[in-house]
Every structure is written in C-alpha cells, then in structure tokens.
C-alpha cells in the first residue's frame, strides 16, 4: 500500500465513534442487477447527510448510470486490475470512469488495482482483511484493526461499517440465496 506522505491515501482507524448515520450497503445481487432503480427509491426515502453508500466494483457501473456517486468502493481482490473478475468482466473496465469518492483498499489487493487506482486520481483507504497472515505472531502484533466477516467484498463492507460506527445497516442486492428482491435494515 501507498506510503502514508501520499495525500490520496490513508488508512482505516480503529477508534471510530459510533453514530446515527445509516450504512447502506449495496451488492451486486440480481435484484440490483434488474432493479438498480430500487436504490434511488431507497434514497429518496432519507434526508441528504442521515446516510452514506458502500458498494463493491462490479456495481460501479450501475451507480454511474444512476448517477449516483457512492461514499466508498470496497476492495477485496488479489487478481491484476487486467484480469477478468468472477464475473467476467474485465477489472479495469470496472473501476474505469466510476464515481465513487473513496476506495476502501485491503491490504492483500493486488498492486496493479491500487496502482491503478492511484493513476485515475482517486482517494485509497487502507484496511487489513483477517487471513492466514495474523496467524504470523509478527504480522498481527503490527495490525491493530484486522476486518473479518466474509470471503468478498461485500460482506466485509459488513465489517467495515460496523468498525467505522455504523450501527444502522442496510443492505441491498446481497439476494443471492433468495427467490425476492428484499431489503434488509437492521441495528
């Protein structure tokens, strides 16, 4: 990760005061996927500054046809920013002309997206994801805050939210197991 002298980095606290702003998390679930107009509904809901927006990379599209701009992109992929994702699609394409005002970046991403991040001029926030590396006594006495919950981006976002203060949290798009399109809030 980019040293801490780098104006566009910085790194996820540990000491974050909760609050009564909500996390609204947003997957890449079908019912996002076929409904994205269900999150302008959502919004619409809510006074400006009550909420804030985390998604993962391959919503960014759809936030850039809504005209969204999300609070924070999650990372969680230690694949080259030219690869294909899980989904098929070409990382780069992803991030390419996205909106969101800041990429929340763990540290196992693969130096090709954080570079490539860097070079479009957008804001990196770093985080440590838990994985077989704290069991290295040395690795886990240097991280104070290791975010658990999940083996993608989506789910950590979970954790995230939670280590930054939120404590209302809902989430859209995160269907995969489910025949309905649903929205979960909850405290």
């Known amino acids: ?28 679930g079908k019912s996002f996927r076929e409904n994205p107009e269900r999150l302008l509904e959502i919004i619409g809901t809510k006074a400006p500054g009550t909420y804030t927006i985390f ?13 969204i701009e999300p609070d924070y992109c999650v990372v ?24 969101a005002k800041a990429y929340l970046i763990a540290t196992m991403t ?4 954080t570079q490539f991040l860097l070079g479009m001029k957008k804001h990196l926030i770093g985080w440590h994801s838990a994985c ?27 954790s995230i939210a939670r280590v930054m203060g939120y404590r209302t949290v809902s989430l859209l798009g995160f269907d995969a197991t489910t025949e309905e399109p649903a929205i979960v809030t909850g405290k």
Do not use: Q
């Not at 002298?5 to 998390?25: F, M, T």
């Not at 969680?76 to 909106?99: M, Q, Y």
């Not at 077989?132 to 979970?158: L, P």
């Open 132 to 158: 077989e590396a704290m069991k290295d006594a040395d690795v886990a006495a240097r991280v104070s805050n290791w975010i658990v919950g999940g083996s993608c981006s989506a789910m950590r976002s979970i």
């Open 110 to 113: 693969h130096p090709s997206v």
């Open 55 to 67: 998604t993962i990379k391959h919503a960014l599209p759809l936030f850039k046809k809504l005209n």
């Open 76 to 99: 969680l992929d230690p694949r080259e920013v030219l690869g294909i994702s899980t989904l098929g699609h070409r990382r780069a394409d992803l991030f390419k002309d996205s909106n």
């Open 1 to 28: 990760f980019p040293s801490h002298d780098n104006k566009n980095c910085s790194w996820l606290g540990h000491k974050y005061a909760v609050h009564d702003k909500e996390a609204i998390l947003v997957s890449y």
